[in-house]
C-alpha cells in the first residue's frame, strides 16, 4: 500500500519551483546597457578641431574614441563627413582629407541611444605673402596661381594671404582708393576683410588702374547636421549630405550649411553671409536635365544663408540642388 504525501509537501514542493523560476530568471536578468556618450581620446586644439598639415602630406589620421559605459551591451558606432569630397572617413574611423579644406566627423551609436558626438578635423593653412609681377604697359598680372586669380580685369585675392607688386622695369609710385580694409607697410598690403577696390599705379596722366576683389577664403562647407531625420537616425547607411525634402511651393526652406573662412589672424571664422553658386536639376523620367533660369521654379535665395523658395510651377515636381562656395571651385567642393 502506497504511503499518500501530505499535502503540505505537494504545496511547498510547487512553491519551491514558483520560487525558483522566479528568483532564478530575475537574479541572471540583465538589464540592457545603452550607450551613454562617446569620448575623443585625441588631443585637441583650443578651438576643439583636430589640425592636418596638409601641405607637409600630413592627410590620414585615425580616430581615437571610446565608447562609454565600458559595459555597454552594443558599442559598435557609425562614422559620417559633413563633406566628403574633401575629408572621408571609413566606418573604422580612418580620417582622409583630399584637399585642403575642413570637414566634421560625426560619430553616433548603433545602439539605438542616438548617441553621438562630433570632431572636426581642419588643414593647416599658411599665411603666405605673395609677390605679383605688374606689367605697367599692359596693366596686368602675368601670372596667376591657386591662391589669386584674373576675373576678367579684376584681380581676386584670398584674404588670408599677404602681398606686394613686383614690376617689369622700375619701381612704380601705388596709391588704394576706395577701401580701409586694407593696410600697406613696407611695400606690403595686407587685408583685414573682404572688399573691392582700386590700386593706381603711376602719377597725373600716366596713371593706371588695377581693379582687385579681396575674398574670404572658404576653409570649410558642410552640411551642419540640422535635418531632424539627421538628429534621430541610427542607420549606417544614412548620408548627410543627400537628403530628400518634401517642401510646400510658399514655404521657405533652408539647408544647414556650415561655411568658415580662415582669416589673415590665422583664426577660422563661422560665416553667415557667404557666395554661393546654386545648381537646379529637375527630374524629367529618370534622369535630372539642369534648369537653365533657376527663376523658372525659385523665388528667391537670401544670400546670408542657404534660403530657397519654389514657385507654383514647381508644385509636383522632383528637383535635385547644388550649392557650391564661391571661390573654392579649384578644389571642387561641392554639396547636393
Do not use: C
Not at 576643439?48 to 600630413?58: C, E, K, P, T, V
Not at 548620408?239 to 510658399?250: A, F, H, P, Q, R
Request: net charge negative; no cysteine; charged share 25%.
Amino acid at each position: 500500500m502506497k504511503k499518500a504525501i501530505p499535502i503540505i509537501v505537494i504545496v511547498g514542493a510547487i512553491l519551491a519551483i514558483i520560487a525558483i523560476g522566479y528568483f532564478g530568471s530575475t537574479s541572471f536578468r540583465k538589464d540592457t546597457v545603452f550607450v551613454s556618450s562617446i569620448r575623443i581620446n585625441d588631443e585637441l586644439d583650443e578651438d576643439g578641431a583636430i589640425y592636418l598639415d596638409y601641405d607637409n602630406n600630413q592627410r590620414t589620421w585615425a580616430i581615437d574614441y571610446s565608447v562609454l559605459p565600458l559595459d555597454a551591451d552594443n558599442k559598435e558606432v557609425t562614422f559620417s563627413s559633413s563633406n566628403e569630397e574633401a575629408v572621408s572617413v571609413d566606418q573604422d574611423g580612418n580620417v582622409t582629407m583630399h584637399i585642403a579644406a575642413g570637414a566634421t566627423i560625426t560619430i553616433r551609436a548603433k545602439d539605438g541611444s542616438n548617441v553621438s558626438t562630433r570632431v572636426i578635423f581642419r588643414p593647416t593653412i599658411e599665411i603666405k605673402t605673395l609677390g605679383f609681377t605688374y606689367d605697367f604697359e599692359n596693366n596686368s598680372i602675368s601670372s596667376t596661381s591657386s591662391e589669386y586669380l584674373m576675373e576678367g580685369e579684376t584681380l581676386v585675392v584670398f584674404g588670408k594671404n599677404r602681398f606686394y607688386f613686383d614690376f617689369v622695369g622700375e619701381e612704380i609710385p601705388v596709391s588704394i582708393e576706395g577701401t580701409d580694409k586694407v593696410t600697406f607697410e613696407d611695400g606690403i598690403f595686407t587685408p583685414t576683410g573682404a572688399d573691392e577696390f582700386i590700386f593706381n599705379f603711376g602719377e597725373g596722366e600716366d596713371t593706371k588702374q588695377l581693379n582687385v576683389k579681396v575674398v574670404d577664403y572658404i576653409s570649410s562647407i558642410g552640411f551642419d547636421g540640422g535635418y531632424l531625420n539627421y538628429t534621430s537616425a541610427t542607420s549606417d547607411e544614412f548620408l548627410n549630405t543627400d537628403v530628400d525634402y518634401e517642401v510646400g511651393y510658399k514655404n521657405d526652406f533652408v539647408l544647414p550649411l556650415k561655411v568658415e573662412i580662415f582669416q589673415s589672424s590665422g583664426k577660422y571664422e563661422r560665416v553667415q553671409y557667404f557666395d554661393t553658386d546654386i545648381k537646379l536639376e529637375i527630374r524629367e523620367g529618370e534622369t535630372f536635365v539642369v534648369v537653365e533660369d533657376l527663376s523658372t521654379y525659385l523665388v528667391n535665395q537670401v544670400g546670408d544663408e542657404a534660403r530657397f523658395r519654389f514657385n507654383q510651377a514647381a508644385e509636383g515636381k522632383i528637383f535635385r540642388l547644388g550649392v557650391r562656395a564661391l571661390y573654392r571651385d579649384i578644389s571642387g567642393v561641392t554639396l547636393q
